[in-house]
């Protein structure tokens, strides 16, 4: 296969996320996890270098299959070389420094991309995005989404790099509102609320987010 070949003399890593879809969802009898055994022969045996991105689901799909079928991960099990469990959350300063990533980079008209590197950001743009994405359940797309919505307002503008008004814009106009109503079609009929100071509301964080917004620009 031409796959295999590009792996055998590139030597480059290959990275699967979410791995636990290796295991195939409606498994048949008698036959092993296909993809999970390739990876076993045609690289791990050929010392190409392979690292599994996976959460919980993949120790529990793996136990299924060996019950449904026989097989056993013994061979998968004794070519991992390292494994390393990562926090249930990301900390604060994982998120600035994703943050900061992200706003340093400025319009690339020659790639028609956001890919040329710029200076480092001011420290208040990064903490208005942070403290927006504390608040979110998925801290992580919550700064990824909000500058990729500063990029639409700073390129719809002309400019090459995001300014104040525009991380403003992408909070107040869409981010905020649009994970508020998110929230509550995702609200379960009949569940009431958690007691006042459990959750912040995205409502009530508007105003503080618009005062420092408008501080900054």
């Given at each position: 296969m ?34 999970v ?45 390292r ?54 359940k ?14 639409y ?11 104040a ?22 609200q ?14 995205r409502?009530?964080?508007a ?8 501080r900054?620009?």
């Amino acid at each position: 296969m031409k796959v295999e070949e590009f792996f055998h003399k590139t030597r480059l890593m290959l990275v699967i996320d979410e791995a636990h879809y290796l295991f195939p969802r409606l498994q048949q009898r008698e036959s092993s996890p296909v993809l999970v055994d390739w990876i076993n022969t045609a690289l791990v045996n050929h010392n190409v270098p392979v690292a599994l991105i996976c959460t919980d689901q993949f120790a529990k799909l793996k136990a299924r299959v060996e019950k449904q079928t026989g097989w056993t991960s013994e061979q998968l099990e004794h070519r991992i070389k390292r494994y390393k469990k990562l926090p249930a959350t990301l900390t604060k300063q994982d998120l600035e420094s994703v943050a900061a990533k992200l706003l340093t980079m400025r319009w690339n008209p020659d790639e028609h991309q956001w890919s040329a590197l710029g200076p480092a950001p001011p420290r208040d743009f990064v903490k208005m995005v942070v403290g927006y994405a504390l608040t979110c359940k998925m801290r992580l797309p919550a700064v990824a989404d909000t500058v990729e919505e500063a990029r639409y307002q700073a390129r719809r503008h002309g400019r090459s790099h995001i300014v104040a008004t525009d991380i403003r814009t992408a909070l107040l106009d869409y981010q905020i509102p649009s994970d508020e109503a998110l929230q509550q079609i995702f609200q379960p009929v009949g569940k009431q609320r958690m007691p006042a100071g459990q959750i912040v509301s995205r409502s009530s964080l508007a105003p503080a987010v618009q005062r420092l917004c408008t501080r900054i620009a």
